[in-house]
């Protein structure tokens, strides 16, 4: 990985991030990490639990405070800015757990990100369709089973029309059919030129998914490339699993968590 000192920030790169990093007291959780994505990209990062994704998304989205480094939008500085600002400029986050308004119902929940977005909502109707929310159009969201709520949100935050969305996990707790689900929302969303990050356990959604991926271990970038390629590398495969044996399964540590 390029150092911050010697990387120059380009033009016309969607996000860019140059030596990001993120300290918790002696804890570094994220390590001079660089990386850029362009219009209607999807990148995947993973890294086994610990690695620092959620705090790199962390940072990015403004939820925390970088400890250095630069987080670019459109070339333009964002590092630190709070959360509502990156998101008046387009980028979006999903959480690892799903982030609904549990006390209303699913109407009501697509229809409040639209007040929310304003003139950048787009039109989710598809959307809606093809994940089967329209069958539980008036049912509260908190009454929906885990995977629905989860994609409720993501459906929701794809409403407010970002031009930058990352996402958190979003395979984690989702049956398998659910999963599926998750691949069409993400490829429809790149078609209309938003750029994707991804962190994720689920190795199949990411082969589906992503053509490139950043491995992250203890913090630092391990590996990046073309996905197929950076899969089969031996310190990948050790980081993730202890093992250097090739392998065409990953654990995935989170299966089943509803939370961090
Ligand atoms: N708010 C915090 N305060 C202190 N330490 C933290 C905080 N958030 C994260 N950490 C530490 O930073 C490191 C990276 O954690 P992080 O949650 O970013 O990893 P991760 O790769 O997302 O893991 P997982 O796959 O389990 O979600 C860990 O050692 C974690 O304990």
């Known amino acids: 990985m390029t150092h911050a000192s010697a990387v120059q920030p380009s033009q016309h790169k969607t996000l860019e991030i140059i030596g990001l990093s993120k ?10 990490v660089s990386l850029t994505l362009e219009k209607g990209q999807v990148l995947g990062v993973i890294g086994p639990n610990g690695a620092g994704k959620t705090s790199l998304v962390n940072t990015i989205s403004g939820r925390q ?3 250095s480094g630069s987080v670019l939008l459109d070339g333009r500085e964002v590092a630190g800015k709070p959360a ?28 409040r990100a639209g007040e929310f ?18 069958t539980v159009w008036s049912t509260r969201a908190g009454a929906l089973p885990y995977g629905q709520q989860k994609i409720l949100g993501l459906v929701m935050t794809i409403h407010t029309g970002p031009s930058i969305l990352l996402l958190d996990e979003p395979a984690a707790g989702l ?26 356990h689920d190795m199949d959604l990411i082969r ?4 490139n991926i950043l491995v992250m271990d203890s913090g630092a970038v391990l590996a990046e490339g073309i996905t197929n390629e950076v899969l089969a ?16 399964h990953m654990a995935d540590p989170a299966e089943g968590a509803t939370d961090d």
């Open 175 to 200: 049956e398998m059919s659910e999963r599926f689900r998750i691949d069409h929302l993400v490829k429809e969303t790149t078609k209309r030129g938003c750029a994707v990050l991804i962190v994720e």
């Open 233 to 248: 590398r031996p310190d990948v495969l050790e980081a993730y699993l202890g093992t250097s044996s090739p392998s065409t």
């Open 23 to 32: 300290s918790f007291g002696g804890v570094h959780a994220v390590r001079d």
């Open 117 to 134: 977005a304003g003139k950048r909502a787009i039109d989710v109707d598809e959307f809606v369709q093809s994940t089967g929310l329209d």
């Open 65 to 67: 405070r970088p400890t």
């Open 84 to 111: 509502y600002t990156l998101n008046r400029r387009g980028l979006a986050r999903s959480y690892q757990q799903a982030n609904v308004f549990a006390e209303v119902t699913v109407q009501e929940n697509i229809a």
């Open 208 to 211: 589906r998914l992503c053509p």
